[in-house]
């Protein structure tokens, strides 16, 4: 694999250059990339939490309220 280095402007203008489907396709990576990040992040923090072993029912639904209200 051959690796260049460009600026983000220089790269921003390439992307400009491109076919609608290519730009798509640009865009289509850059949401993946984007959620791996936020996915990585996520299955660390709970990684970071110590587990809970005794948790009820109405804990559980507590918890799915307080993570719905979170915004994303």
């Known amino acids: ?6 600026t983000l402007e220089q790269l921003i203008t390439a992307i400009h250059k491109l076919q ?7 865009a289509k990576a850059l949401i993946q990339a ?12 709970l990684y970071s939490v110590p587990p ?9 639904m507590a918890e799915i309220r307080t993570v719905r209200r979170q915004p994303r």
């Not at 609608?20 to 640009?26: A, D, L, S």
């Not at 791996?36 to 299955?43: F, K, N, P, V, W």
């Not at 809970?52 to 559980?60: E, L, Q």
């Open 1 to 6: 694999m051959i690796s260049v280095s460009i």
């Open 52 to 60: 809970v072993d005794d948790m009820s029912d109405k804990g559980i």
């Open 20 to 26: 609608p489907e290519e730009r798509t396709q640009v």
């Open 34 to 45: 984007g959620l791996s990040s936020e996915l990585t992040a996520l299955i660390q923090k």
